[in-house]
């Protein structure tokens, strides 16, 4: 399998991060479509699989650009990528917690849930985790970033991302296990 | 199968999953900030609008201006012979109490005539003087631009007087 290991998430006062600052105009935003329209796909299908809908999603997706953009100027010029989906999984979280509390109040929601005929088994173990679990795993698997960079990236300790991590595995391996 | 072979295998059928996941490529446009349109039509309607309000302004001065000036009555409350009372007066009482008060030099508007007279269109006069007339129903005016006072004789026929003295008979 390709490596999919990433940068460190902050390079903020090396060298390396003082070279893309010097190349990324801040007030730019030609400069910014550049660094992050390429991530815009992903991220949407990244907020799918945390969100399970598919207009949550890209109502998400449109609101972490958008902020993104306006905070353009304070980006370290580190990892983009990160850098967007940090700002996206908290809209999401945000979103999860306004969601629920908007269908408790109302007992319905328009929503386009996403399903997927291929792996169903995995898609519903995936969205029987945790949503903070199910990022970190993703974040950890599919991105390969590091538990300290994602406990950055979600705001809490190492150590909380390395048991949500292994309590993520060790449901999505029964899965695995069953399918056998 | 070990962990470590079902962690890859895992690994690969979740990429695998978010990859047939829906994506989009069209993120929202990052045109720069612009007025509302509703603000910018206002904008080149500026100079319209602002000739507008002088214009305005100024119809409103002119307009005013023809208005007729209302002053307090200079027995009204607050005014300088507040309840003075003069209209119990004779018109000489009442120039002579003005004298005492400041005002030696006063307008008499004199109303004089029949005002039913001629079949009811009336045929009367008003004059102004400076000396007092000897008769007739005080009604005091106001103070002019010029600081006299001006006060109004009813000798009119069929005059009632005015105030306190409204019915009484005519000084």
């Keep these: ?180 | 199968m070990n962990d470590n072979d079902l962690d890859t295998e895992l690994d690969t059928r979740v990429a695998a999953l978010e990859a047939r996941a829906p994506g989009r490529d069209d993120p929202p446009r990052l045109t720069p900030r612009r007025r509302p349109r509703r603000f910018a039509a206002s904008l080149t309607m500026t100079p319209l609008l602002i000739l507008g309000m002088v214009a305005t302004a100024a119809a409103g001065a002119v307009v005013v201006g023809q208005l007729a000036i209302g002053r307090e009555g200079i027995q009204n409350p607050g005014q300088p012979l507040a309840g003075a009372h003069m209209e119990c007066m004779t018109p000489p009482e009442a120039a002579a109490f003005l004298a005492e008060h400041g005002y030696p030099d006063v307008v008499w508007q004199v109303e004089a005539g029949d005002p039913t007279a001629g079949g009811g269109k009336g045929s009367t006069t008003s004059t102004q003087q400076a000396t007092p007339p000897d008769h007739g129903y005080v009604i005091p005016g106001s103070i002019l631009d010029d600081g006299r006072p001006i006060m109004i004789v009813d000798q009119r026929v069929g005059a009632s007087g005015d105030g306190d003295c409204f019915g009484q008979p005519m000084p």
């Design chain 1, 1 to 180: 399998m390709e490596s999919l290991r990433r940068p460190a998430l902050s390079l903020a006062g090396t060298d390396a991060a003082r070279r893309r600052d010097a190349a990324t105009p801040r007030d730019d935003p030609d400069a910014f479509e550049a660094a992050v329209r390429p991530h815009y796909r992903t991220l949407v299908r990244r907020l799918v699989l945390v969100l399970g809908d598919e207009n949550d999603a890209q109502d998400v997706a449109q609101d972490a650009y958008l902020k993104a953009f306006r905070s353009w100027s304070r980006f370290d010029g580190a990892d983009v990528r990160a850098w967007l989906y940090t700002i996206a999984l908290r809209l999401a979280f945000n979103h999860l917690r306004g969601r629920r509390r908007w269908l408790a109040v109302l007992q319905r929601v328009e929503s386009r849930p996403w399903t997927d005929p291929s792996d169903p088994d995995l898609w519903a173990a995936i969205r029987g985790l945790d949503v903070r679990t199910r990022s970190a795993l993703l974040l950890s698997v599919v991105d390969g970033y590091t538990h300290a960079e994602i406990g950055r990236m979600l705001s809490v300790p190492e150590g909380t991302v390395a048991s949500w991590i292994s309590r993520g595995r060790a449901s999505l391996r029964l899965v695995l296990g069953d399918d056998r």
